[in-house]
């Protein structure tokens, strides 16, 4: 399959826990990585291996994986954390990447 | 630190060429795989190519493959983007991001700041 799909958007409350999913065959097979964008900047890798975190990012970020969904949560959100967040995985092939369609997350 | 500076933007014609460039320092250029990833305004990241560390594979989106060609000088620490029949919809900011795994199927760990390329008549 050459597609993931991520809802459009979501918001959660200021200390809330919020997830964030993205589904699609090749995750049966492949980790996804997750990465964060804000307004004018370019995107930050938040998570990776299904539940691996870069340093320097908050572990409040965590993600899991089952069947053909990943997903990425966040655990008290904070108002740093309203973004753009985009899933990528690689196709069938194993060689080619395909990105997520992105959800905004607001933060209320 | 590691850090990726993209050049080479700005407005062309359909139909016509242009040449991205993507300065790497911070770290051992020839030791990872590298990408290309655009944004078209206002819209979400699309994935254009890969290159592993030696240059011995490339990869491509179907939407550029025949189009554009990736490649690398590893002695200057530089990837290249060369894009030629341009069209409107290749209109984007186009980043270049480096991959850690020998196999460039890991995470893009390292993003530069990007490049706006503006195809338009």
């Known amino acids: 399959s050459s597609d993931l799909t991520q809802g459009p958007a979501v918001s959660v409350a200021l200390g809330q826990t919020v997830r964030i999913t993205c589904q699609g065959d090749s995750l049966r097979r492949f980790y996804a990585s997750w990465y964060q964008q804000k307004p004018g900047q370019a995107p930050l890798l938040v998570l990776f291996?299904?539940?691996r975190r870069p340093s320097g990012i908050p572990d409040r970020f965590s993600g899991s994986s089952s069947g053909n969904t990943s997903s990425l949560t966040i655990t008290g959100a904070q108002a740093e954390d309203e973004a753009d967040y985009y899933c990528?995985?690689?196709?069938?092939?194993?060689?080619?990447?395909?990105f997520g369609g992105g959800t905004t997350l607001t933060v209320i | 630190q590691v850090k990726l500076v993209e050049s080479g933007g700005g407005v062309v014609q359909p139909g016509t060429s242009l040449r991205l460039s993507c300065a790497a320092s911070g770290f051992t250029f020839s030791s990872y795989g590298m990408h290309w990833v655009r944004q078209p305004p206002g819209k979400g990241l699309e994935w254009v190519a890969v290159?592993?560390?030696?240059?011995?594979?490339?990869y491509y989106a179907d939407s550029v493959k025949g189009r554009f060609t990736i490649f690398r000088d590893n002695a200057n620490n530089t990837l290249y983007l060369q894009m030629n029949s341009l069209r409107a919809e290749d209109t984007a900011v186009y980043y270049c991001a480096r991959d850690p795994y020998f196999d460039s199927s890991g995470p893009l760990d390292f993003w530069g700041q990007g490049s706006l390329v503006t195809v338009s008549s």
């Open positions: 291996d299904k539940n």
């Open positions: 990528n995985s690689q196709d069938s092939s194993g060689h080619h990447r395909m």
């Open positions: 290159i592993w560390y030696d240059g011995s594979n490339q």
